[in-house]
């Protein structure tokens, strides 16, 4: 109701416009129809909203005067405002399958024995890791036991653990996460950029790097887009052989690809030289912190030795809550259905500014809950102070460029198309349309 009344206020909802059903916006938001029902109800009371039989909700026309006053709360410090989140960190958080995941942790909290509620071992619940083990053989083709799986809480602290052990330099795609490059750094080793181009990272470049392990995202590149060519997914197998190399694959949204099936794990080529890291964060929630590590047989040990003795990460009833949910088959329906919304997403995007900004190509849209805008050069900056003038939260490519890197810097816009909730994706990619640098 507050946040309602502001946009009214504020006139970012213009007189007339049409609220989203009941139904949907108590969707979006994971409450009661009821609950939205009320809200709605109280703001008609109120003046900002009118309603008519027939028509829904929609808000007043200018000028009725708001019948009651509104909170007399003290005003926070001013923070950007955000009107639309397409920042690439989150999925449709108001998809988390909320059902499914309480009856999970009902059967689990039901038939798990007692020993469970006890210290932790830091390997993780044999139930999640025997579920692991099946799950990733058939969907993303990881070859492993159990034995060889650490539960940890996601890619984050996977990272962490796995640069701590290692023995030499990190190599990193020229275009990542900085807060991966710096959570590795702080571990220990240093990171070194290599090229990315239209087919993934440049794994050639690994020998004269001198790196003892190379971090990528094979599946889809983080942000660009591509998969990694498949005689490079050979090539960096190659080379951690000849050079007693480690490739730390990242597969953080490996289960979304949209034009066929999904592009399998390096890992399955040699599991005794890939580390495969795995995460909820984007099939179901970050908010979970929960993730695997599947290990080459030696380095499970040292991860486990820099875990610790006991576990302190990973809560024991979403470990068992995830296992039973993998193995009673919701998880596969989940992603089936979240395939298709953001499939629908994607292509609504691609619609969309073709448009409205044909002179944009969009790259990166195989898969993912991501895409690039690719600006003409020099247009980055400009267009993410419209962004932010206009309430758009989203990220440029310049942001994600390794500082060493060799590469030309590219002017981009990073997009999700996951986060919004439904009611609000229309007026987010409207608004994205408005902020873009116009043709020449
Ligand atoms: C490139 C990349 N790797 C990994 C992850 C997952 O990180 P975490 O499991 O720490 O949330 C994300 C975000 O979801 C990501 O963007």
């Known amino acids: 109701m507050h946040a309602l009344r502001e946009a009214v206020r504020s006139g970012r909802l213009a007189p007339g416009t049409r609220l989203p059903p009941y139904r949907t916006l108590a969707r979006d938001l994971g409450i009661a129809r009821n609950t939205v029902a009320t809200a709605y109800a109280e703001l008609v009371e109120e003046g900002w909203l009118s309603a008519r039989q027939g028509s829904g909700t929609q808000v007043a026309p200018r000028g009725t005067p708001p019948r009651t006053a509104p909170s007399h709360r003290p005003r926070r410090a001013e923070r950007p405002r955000v009107l639309h989140d397409l920042m690439p960190s989150s999925p449709d958080a108001s998809s988390f399958p ?11 909290l039901a038939t798990v024995p007692n020993d469970a509620f006890g210290v932790g071992d830091p390997r993780g619940r044999p139930e999640l890791r025997e579920a692991l083990a099946e799950y990733l053989g058939r969907a993303r083709g990881v070859r492993t036991e159990p034995d060889r799986i650490v539960v940890c809480s996601g890619f984050a602290h996977a990272l962490s653990l796995l640069s701590g052990v290692l023995r030499g330099p990190l190599a990193v795609e ?92 390096v890992q399955g080529l040699d599991p005794d030289r890939v580390a495969y890291l795995g995460s909820t964060s984007k099939s179901l929630s970050p908010a979970l912190r929960l993730g695997w590590m ?121 997009i999700s198309y996951g986060t919004p909730p439904d009611h609000g994706f229309a007026a987010a990619l409207d608004t994205l349309c408005d902020v873009l640098p116009k043709a020449p």
């Open 98 to 108: 909320r059902s499914a995941w309480a009856a999970s942790a009902r059967r689990a």
């Open 174 to 265: 020229s275009y990542g996460l900085s807060f991966h490059r710096g959570l590795a750094e702080r571990a220990g080793p240093r990171t070194v950029p290599l090229t990315v181009d239209a087919h993934g990272a440049r794994v050639d470049e690994l020998p004269a790097s001198g790196a003892a392990a190379v971090l990528l995202t094979p599946a889809h590149q983080f942000p660009t887009g591509g998969p990694l060519h498949p005689e490079r997914r050979a090539a960096v197998v190659a080379w951690a052989r000849s050079h007693g190399g480690l490739l730390v694959e990242d597969d953080y949204d490996g289960e979304f690809r949209y034009d066929r099936q999904p592009v399998g794990a």
């Open 294 to 414: 599947v290990l080459p047989g030696p380095l499970t040990e040292e991860v486990l030795a820099a875990k610790g003795p006991r576990e302190m990460w990973s809560g024991v009833v979403d470990q068992l809550t995830l296992a039973d949910f993998l193995a009673c088959g919701a998880y596969d329906r989940h992603l089936r259905r979240m395939r298709q919304h953001y499939r629908r997403r994607r292509d609504l995007v691609v619609r969309t500014l073709a448009e409205r900004a044909p002179h944009i190509r969009v790259s990166g849209i195989a898969a993912g809950l991501h895409a690039v805008l690719e600006l003409p050069p020099g247009t980055e900056e400009s267009a993410l102070r419209a962004a932010r003038r206009a309430g758009l939260a989203l990220d440029g490519l310049h942001a994600y460029r390794h500082p060493d890197s060799a590469m030309a810097p590219r002017d981009g816009l990073v």
